[in-house]
């Protein structure tokens, strides 16, 4: 009875301590001596306590179990019970004995916690640095504000030059100060993540708050170090681009003659200094959805170029995943999917669960490769001037929408009748064997999973110094493996199932004749008109539904979420 009791016990999965609390008190005769004396006596205290805590869904235990090996675990197939019947095979019953499967398991929860964007990084940001934080910072309010210089308005804000009213000794205008509309929130909240996860991506953020005095009614204030007074943009736009650049990260102007080599290494530096600044946003969860030069700034403090404007930015940790509906992302630099999410996906659900789903969603969607788009065609605009002003950067993307945003395709319609300058850009991207166009058309492409994403980008070969010539062994096998993870693999695949249609013998295997047939009757038959008519509106209305049901559950999570990020930001009565 007891064996029987003992298979069913391990066919549930549980361990012996579960077998040892469900054992009777008087053993039956038909168990051997050993498993008599010793195990199936009273039940022990452990076992007692072991069944309470299974029982009452005691978390530790069941974690602690599960991957130890201990107690309440595994199945006996995976881990050890010892003999049946010589109980003392088994292991001292507060020793610790790690299974391989244990391992296994352990090593994958531990990697799925740190994978993008990171659950387990999260948790402690969101519990522990963002609470310690907010302990240990100064805060500001409306009065220690001295407004100067207006430095940009956008749709939802104004953005002024600062100085600190206390600290008359304080450098004048040594702070940004943003007094934006509701949107204000989201954008506090992207900017304290950015802040302690990666500070030296972006423009470095002082405090957020909602100051509800003003006339106008509530305004959320933001507040930033002063990075510099020039743009990517202003950078660009001047005659001198590159080279009055390279004076401003190193410091003075190097004796060197101008060339396409020289404007290289600068473009270079730049694309660097951005993509790191990406990868370190991306790597925290967070996805720009607004790269563009204008909200490119170079700090002065650190001679690197800094992102600014996370008002449109998404946090993919916990579900931030924001738009307002008015927001229009920049036409010039999106990318062509317009959503990073897909459509398809339902909508966040509460921050904790969404935060344990993340790692999954992101690699659905890689939502990062939006922002790595419009980086490419900040590369682009680099590399070809004639590229730089708004309208021929919007007739650029109808050329390239026209070649189904296949760049190689546009650069065989344009390179026969290019002018000087294009021609120029094309050399230049040429050089090193090409290396500078492999990086660009790989950022710019339609499908966003055949983008490669900012690591990678980093590691291209087109960042080494010495260029693709003299590349030593290690950074060309390094550019096989890139050039490996670009291939398409949808492509691949259809040509493997159409080699295996194609070969298919008895001998060689692959799909014979015989076999495509059988394929082909399996596939439904084509339904009358009426029958295909009523199909079509079903699903059309199923379609419908669905739509309906998520724009709901988004206006529900959307007001949700507003109300637990306000309860984070400080009030300016
Ligand atoms: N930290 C900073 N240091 C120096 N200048 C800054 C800083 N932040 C913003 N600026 C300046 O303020 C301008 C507007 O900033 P920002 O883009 O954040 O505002 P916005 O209201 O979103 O504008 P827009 O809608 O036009 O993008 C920038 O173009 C830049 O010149």
């Not at 298979?7 to 005769?29: D, I, M, N, T, Y």
């Not at 003659?257 to 290494?265: D, I």
């Not at 600044?277 to 800094?306: C, M, W, Y």
């Not at 021609?423 to 950022?443: H, N, Q, V």
Request: aromatic residues 10%; positive net charge.
């Amino acid at each position: 009875m007891a064996t029987i009791a003992t298979r069913v016990v391990e066919g549930l999965g549980l361990g012996h301590a579960k077998l040892h609390a469900f054992s009777p008190k008087h053993p039956s005769p038909f168990l051997g001596k050993k498993l008599r004396s010793q195990s199936l006596s009273l039940p022990s205290k452990k076992a007692v306590s072991n069944l309470v805590c299974a029982a009452g869904g005691g978390f530790f235990n069941l974690v602690h179990d599960v991957f130890l090996g201990v107690g309440v675990g595994l199945p006996c197939t995976v881990m050890e019970c010892g003999d049946i019947i010589y109980r003392s095979t088994l292991p001292r019953s507060n020793g610790l004995t790690l299974t391989a499967p244990g391992a296994i398991l352990a090593l994958g929860a531990l990697s799925y916690l740190w994978a993008t964007p990171g659950v387990a990084p999260g948790f402690f940001d969101m519990f522990v640095l963002a609470f310690v934080e907010r302990l240990f910072r100064p805060s500001f309010k409306k009065e220690d504000f001295v407004l100067g210089k207006k430095l940009g308005e956008g749709a939802f804000g104004v953005v002024y030059r600062v100085s600190l009213a206390k600290k008359p000794g304080a450098k004048e205008g040594d702070l940004v100060l943003k007094k934006a509309t509701e949107y204000g929130a989201v954008e506090i909240w992207m900017n304290e993540r950015a802040r302690r996860a990666c500070a030296n991506s972006c423009a470095y953020f002082v405090y957020g708050f909602l100051e509800s005095s003003s006339k106008k009614g509530s305004e959320y204030w933001l507040l930033w170090r002063y990075e510099g007074e020039s743009t990517l943009t202003d950078l660009m736009l001047s005659k001198e681009f590159p080279y009055n650049v390279e004076s401003m990260i190193l410091g003075e102007v190097p004796d060197l003659p101008k060339g396409l080599e020289r404007e290289n290494k600068i473009i270079q530096t730049i694309m660097r200094q951005l993509l790191f600044a990406l990868d370190s946003l991306h790597s925290t969860g967070i996805v720009h959805r607004d790269i563009k030069p204008q909200n490119i700034i170079f700090s002065e403090g650190s001679r690197t170029f800094k992102i600014i404007d996370l008002g449109a930015a998404a946090d993919l940790r916990v579900g931030i995943n924001y738009i307002p509906k008015e927001f229009l992302l920049d036409p010039r630099y999106a990318a062509p999917e317009q959503y990073i999410m897909s459509t398809q996906t339902p909508s966040a659900p509460s921050a904790p669960v969404a935060t344990a789903l993340s790692p999954v969603l992101w690699q659905m969607n890689l939502p990062d490769r939006f922002d790595i788009y419009s980086a490419g065609l900040i590369f682009l605009q680099m590399a070809f001037p004639s590229l730089r002003t708004d309208s021929s950067l919007i007739q650029f993307n109808r050329q390239l929408k026209r070649c189904e945003y296949d760049l190689v395709a546009w650069r065989k319609t344009v390179e026969p009748r290019a002018s000087p300058d294009l021609r120029r850009g094309f050399e230049l991207l040429d050089l090193d064997g090409g290396i500078g166009w492999e990086l660009l058309t790989s950022m710019v492409r339609f499908k966003a999973r055949r983008r490669t994403s900012a690591k990678a980008a980093l590691a291209h070969p087109y960042f080494d110094r010495e260029g693709l010539s003299v590349l030593s062994l290690t950074q060309k096998l390094r550019l096989q493996l890139f050039r490996t993870t670009q291939q398409d693999y949808g492509e691949a695949a259809k040509w493997i199932i159409r080699l295996m249609a194609k070969s298919g013998t008895k001998q060689d295997g692959g799909f014979t004749e015989a076999q495509l047939q059988e394929l082909r009757e399996i596939q439904p038959k084509k339904k009358g008109n009426s029958q295909r008519n009523a199909l079509a509106s079903v699903l059309r209305l199923q379609r419908k539904i669905v739509r309906t049901l998520n724009e709901s559950m988004d206006d529900l999570n959307r007001r949700r979420k507003s109300l637990w990020w306000s309860r984070w930001i400080p009030r300016e009565e």
